[in-house]
């Protein structure tokens, strides 16, 4: 009798965890922050609206509407997608993002599981900017230049390769970001590189993380050398549609000088 009451309680416990870990997985948050940086080169503020590791979600309106008019770019930070997910639901959530400004996008590893060819073919279709060990110049109301530079998805021995590929495009004296889906990219950047921002995701902050801990580190900020690393937690979910501890988040970046 006990063990049958006992067996009860633990399911009822496990449901109604799991029916939390879905709800979080589905919800919407949009952090809004400011970073300031002594070498910015522009008195003028420049917003970003960075959303990466979509996945299989939909993009709520809501969350476009609470963003518009407050950016000057989007950036997807990879995994816009993954294999299964119909190329309607990517072209939908483009749409969404292009309500916002411009939109600049980098590939991540769960891209690659779906059809690149109808990918490319959909961004060339809808005036996204793939930055595939690539670069763009932005020039502010004062002549300041922001360089954004974008790295394809390679492997870890790769990565060194691929990330001197996007500094020989990049330009002498311009304020450098670089928008990497892994942010282990770190590991390869040198003082030389005077990359000031790197934006990342893939790590999806964890997604389940049990008293604390989880396979990867939450999201946020930290430093190397003289580069601010931010990684999000991303938006959609890897494996299962479930986040614990790792609220799914989408950010409004705001850049200004010290």
């Not at 996204?128 to 060990?133: F, G, M, Q």
């Amino acid at each position: 009798m006990w063990m049958f009451l006992i067996a009860g309680i633990l399911v009822l416990v496990i449901g109604v965890l799991l029916a939390h870990m879905y709800k979080l997985a589905k919800q919407d948050f949009l952090h809004e922050m400011t970073l300031d940086f002594e070498d910015f080169p522009s008195s003028d503020r420049v917003s970003l609206f960075f959303i990466s590791d979509v996945h299989r979600r939909n993009i709520s309106d809501s969350l476009v509407a609470s963003a518009e008019g407050k950016v000057d770019f989007v950036l997807i930070g990879g995994d816009i997608t993954e294999k299964g997910v119909p190329l309607e639901r990517v072209r939908e959530n483009l749409q969404k993002l292009k309500k916002l400004g411009p939109v600049y996008f980098i590939w991540g590893n769960n891209d690659y599981e779906a059809d690149v060819r109808e990918l490319d073919a959909l961004f060339v279709e809808l005036g996204v900017k793939v930055l595939a060990d690539e670069g763009v110049l932005f020039e502010t109301n004062d002549g300041g230049i922001i360089n954004l530079l974008g790295i394809d998805y390679y492997e870890p021995e790769d990565r060194l390769e691929g990330l001197k590929r996007v500094m020989n495009v990049s330009s002498e004296g311009a304020f450098r970001i670089l928008a990497s889906h892994t942010p282990s990219i770190e590991e390869e950047i040198r003082a030389e590189d005077e990359i000031r921002l790197v934006l990342s995701g893939h790590t999806h902050g964890g997604q389940i993380r049990l008293f604390g801990y989880g396979p990867y580190c939450l999201g946020g900020i930290h430093y190397s050398g003289d580069s601010v690393i931010f990684t999000s937690n991303g938006y959609g979910t890897s494996g299962v549609p479930l986040r614990l501890g790792a609220k799914p988040e989408v950010h409004i970046i705001h850049l200004i000088r010290k």
